[in-house]
């Protein structure tokens, strides 16, 4: 609706998925994954609201939907979410809290080395005014930058603090499709789990 979705399309075509835009609920259906995108959290949270998606997404990431959240989108995930306006709202999905635009404003954007979990060979991590994950409670720690937590993982969703999707390494993203490529298995199959939140 409104962020980055354009590079994470593309990056998600060369590997060899079909993408949709999502725009209206209808457009869930029969998803295998869903990206939210770095982009205006609140922006996003309003138009998802005015086209009638925060239900149905919630909805569907709570029945397991495979769910990957960059920057924007990993605040969109999170519990808590600080911030000195108190206006943004957020899904609640991912127990962390979260820190909106901690690393500074756009011109203070930078390129980090990022640890992935089980990975031996670091991710070009790209921070554009980055949410900071503050605290985190019963979720998996998934990505580290100089030892702070930058990505997170709670069953089929994963919440980044960063941009994969700027960076010419596709690995984030093929193991978020095998991931999807599982769900729509079992999915096939009549097989079904649940998100715990």
Not at 74 to 81: H, Q, S
Not at 141 to 151: C, L, P, Q, R
């Amino acid at each position: 609706m409104q962020g980055d979705f354009a590079s994470h399309a593309t990056v998600l075509r060369e590997l060899g998925a079909a993408v949709v835009r999502v725009r209206h609920p209808q457009d869930l259906i029969d998803l295998d994954g869903v990206v939210l995108p770095g982009g205006e959290s609140t922006t996003v949270h309003r138009l998802l609201n005015l086209n009638g998606l925060w239900g149905p997404l919630d909805r569907s990431i709570a029945a397991g939907l495979p769910t990957l959240g960059t920057c924007a989108g990993l605040i969109l995930l999170a519990r808590r979410v600080r911030e000195s306006e108190g206006l943004q709202k957020s899904l609640g999905v991912l127990d962390v809290e979260v820190e909106r635009n901690a690393y500074g404003p756009q011109v203070a954007s930078f390129e980090a080395p990022v640890k992935l979990d089980d990975e031996t060979i670091d991710f070009p991590g790209v921070f554009i005014r980055a949410p900071r994950i503050t605290a985190i409670g019963s979720v998996r720690v998934i990505a580290t930058m100089s030892g702070e937590v930058v990505g997170v993982r709670l069953g089929a969703v994963i919440g980044l603090s960063f941009h994969p999707e700027l960076t010419g390494d596709a690995r984030i993203h093929a193991s978020f499709l095998a991931q999807a490529a599982s769900y729509s298995r079992a999915r096939m199959s009549g097989t079904f789990g649940a998100v715990s939140t």
